[in-house]
Antibody
Framework: EVQLVQSGAEVEKPGESLKISCRAS????????IGWVRQMPGKGLEWMGI????????RYSPSFQGQVTISADKSISTAYLQWSSLKASDTAMYYC????????????WGQGTLVTVSS | DIQMTQSPSSLSASVGDRVTITCRAS??????LNWYQQKPGKGPKLLIY???SLQSGVPSRFSGSGFGTDFALTISSLQPEDFATYYC?????????FGQGTNLEIK
């Protein structure tokens, strides 16, 4: 059974760094792109970027390029999303999702990680 | 970036109704168009991929159509569990942008 299990909710202060995780199981981690999607409170879905754990090839949305870093550790089948300096506007739910190899849709999703940035 | 525009942004309907949500792309995405359902407090769920292919386990009352720039998601007979927000997404070129969402409410 394919599962994506994300790390727990975080409360951080502006300017702090943060790394959240997404642990995959039930499929070949290195054979599928895995991506991150932001959902700000009461808003829609925003595609942030994807990584191919097999070779760490990464694609970012221009809206998020330079604002976050997506990485993966294939030895533990885990993808990461990190910030070096959080802003209040980073407050959101963040989902990881597996991209299907054949048609690029996100066919399995994590449960979401709520990140709250507040002084 | 390819911009995705959904219509309407919100929709009120009754159980048993047939409803259609449309999605327009700012340039051709061929058939690389997906539809997701999201219920309050939950993550999205893939319903339709490649414009018209039904994801495994999704009820057959959901169907998708379209090619190029104009797409539609149709629910043939609304069930109580279908009241949710629906998003289209193009996966033709990165960034794989989503539409703004359509909130389907009970009338």
């Amino acid at each position: 059974e394919v599962q994506l299990v994300q790390s727990g909710a975080e409360v951080e202060k502006p300017g702090e760094s943060l790394k959240i995780s997404c642990r995959a199981s039930g499929y070949s981690f290195t054979s599928h792109w895995i991506g991150w999607v932001r959902q700000m409170p009461g808003k829609g879905l925003e595609w942030m970027g994807i990584i191919y754990p097999g070779d760490s090839d990464t694609r970012y949305s221009p809206s998020f390029q330079g604002q976050v870093t997506i990485s993966a550790d294939k030895s533990i089948s885990t993808a990461y999303l990190q910030w070096s300096s959080l802003k209040a506007s980073d407050t959101a739910m963040y989902y990881c999702a597996r991209q299907n190899s054949g048609y690029s849709a996100f066919d399995y999703w994590g449960q979401g990680t709520l990140v709250t940035v507040s002084s | 970036d390819i911009q995705m525009t959904q219509s309407p942004s919100s929709l009120s309907a009754s159980v048993g109704d047939r409803v259609t949500i449309t999605c327009r792309a700012s340039q051709s995405t061929r058939s690389y168009l997906n539809w997701y359902q999201q219920k309050p407090g939950k993550g999205p769920k893939l319903l339709i991929y490649l414009a018209s292919s039904l994801q495994s386990g999704v009820p057959s009352r959901f169907s998708g159509s379209g090619f190029g720039t104009d797409f539609a998601l149709t629910i043939s007979s609304l069930q109580p569990e279908d009241f949710a927000t629906y998003y289209c997404q193009q996966t033709y070129s990165t960034p794989y942008t989503f539409g703004q969402g359509t909130n389907l409410e009970i009338k």
